[in-house]
């Protein structure tokens, strides 16, 4: 049994044990809440490798590159499928929201003495602070941007120098090597702590919370089911195997679904688009950039909350509001952590902004674990998709990847 077990690849244990999660959270209900720090040891473990991964990733993988300039052209285009994504969510969000209405005619009830925090920075502030004053603070502090830049302005100047700097590369290599190995162990015990989280969140946010907000919730999920079916499409359009694409994506997207944080699905998805045949410097480059700038998921999210917040308080929103509202929305996405909750920090703003009522998150603020699931996944998918897609476009791919299977 055991060894059946064991054959079992981990997507299908982390599927198997999704199932018994969200069995256990319906039946154990709000009990379940005890359980929720010892979910958060396997989130705090994998964000942790974030930083033990990337960098040396980065710098071996620039300096295994035939032509490290490359990652230049094919970064642009990574940058450009992940804007046309975002277009997409966007125009997405405002035809559902308008065609199905699901505010119209609810009965608004507001928590009591809720506040929202509010994400305060803006894009300039974004772009400047990409510069860290202090790399080690940047690492300390996990700010991922300014770690690329500091690991990216690092590798180019390795590559520049590869002759006379071979042990720090080999140091590298092997640095690379040891992280891929702590990673691996801690992924055997995904499946255990996705079906925890899952039951957690099930439990606690559970059946009769979503009951209430029904149709939104079902809304967001099938919105967030077309974005996710897209990522796919991105493959066959590239003409890629589109089977072979999801058996393996689906590692990295259900850690993403359970843990909600597609900061803690980064190793998984370097590992999945690198498997994949990607080049190791391209798909570290490629996924960790979209870890930070690209949030599909989120900003379709935010623009369908926002107008159905409107509709909630029988509030008329133009279609020229509703389109700022979701540019904006893409735009605070590219500001945001991959971490639980984040996108419902700064739908503040967006109301705010649109001269809607603040306080209207608390109207969807109950469900928020729930419509963060899938919405955490296609952060993580896209990014997958564009990396792939990019590489496969600028004819990098590994010709011996599954991917090219016919
Ligand atoms: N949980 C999401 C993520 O980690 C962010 C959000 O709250 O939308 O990508």
């Not at 900003?299 to 029988?314: C, L, M, R, W």
């Not at 603040?358 to 993580?380: F, H, K, S």
């Amino acid at each position: 049994m055991l060894q059946k077990w064991n054959k079992l690849n981990l997507a299908a244990q982390i599927m198997i044990f999704v199932v018994i999660g969200f069995i256990v959270g319906v039946i154990a209900g709000p009990r379940m809440a005890v359980f929720s720090s010892i979910g958060s040891l396997f989130i705090k473990a994998v964000q942790m490798m974030v930083i033990v991964i990337v960098g040396p990733a980065i710098i071996s993988g620039f300096c295994s590159l035939d032509n490290p300039k490359q990652i230049g052209k094919t970064g642009v285009k990574i940058i450009a499928i992940f804007a046309i994504m975002y277009v997409i969510a966007a125009a997405l969000a405002i035809i559902i929201v308008n065609v199905l209405k699901p505010g119209v005619g609810m009965e608004v009830v507001l928590p009591e003495g809720y506040t929202y925090t509010p994400n305060q920075q803006s894009l300039t502030d974004m772009l400047i602070n990409i510069v860290p004053k202090n790399p080690v603070a940047a690492f300390a502090d996990g700010n991922l941007l300014q770690i690329l830049f500091v690991v990216i302005l690092f590798a180019g100047c390795a590559v520049a120098l590869k002759d006379r700097v071979p042990n720090l590369i080999k140091w590298m290599d092997e640095w690379n090597e040891i992280s891929m190995k702590m990673l691996t162990t801690i992924m055997k015990t995904a499946p255990y702590f996705a079906g925890l989280l899952m039951a957690v969140s099930i439990g606690v946010n559970g059946p009769a919370i979503i009951g209430k907000l029904l149709v939104y919730v079902a809304i967001i999920y099938g919105g967030q089911l077309i974005i996710a079916i897209l990522n796919v499409l991105l493959i066959g359009i590239g003409g890629m195997n589109m089977k072979e694409y999801l058996k393996r994506v689906f590692e990295p997207a259900m850690i993403a679904f359970t843990t909600r944080s597609s900061l803690a699905s980064l190793p998984a998805n370097i590992e999945c688009v690198v498997d994949l045949g990607v080049p190791r410097g391209i798909g570290v480059f490629g996924t960790t950039l979209g870890n930070v700038v690209d949030m599909t998921g989120t900003s379709f999210f935010q623009a369908v909350s926002v107008v159905f917040i409107a509709q909630a308080y029988g509030l008329e929103m133009s279609i020229g509001q509703q389109i700022v509202v979701a540019l904006t929305a893409a735009l605070l996405c590219v500001s945001l952590v991959g971490v639980p909750g984040a996108g419902m920090a700064t739908i503040g703003i967006l109301l705010l902004g649109a001269g809607l009522p603040g306080e209207g998150v608390g109207l969807i603020l109950a469900v928020d674990a729930i419509v963060d699931m899938p919405r955490t996944m296609n952060n993580v998918f896209g990014d997958a998709s564009a990396t792939i897609l990019a590489t496969k476009i600028d004819g990098l791919l590994d010709p011996n990847s599954k991917l090219l299977k016919k």
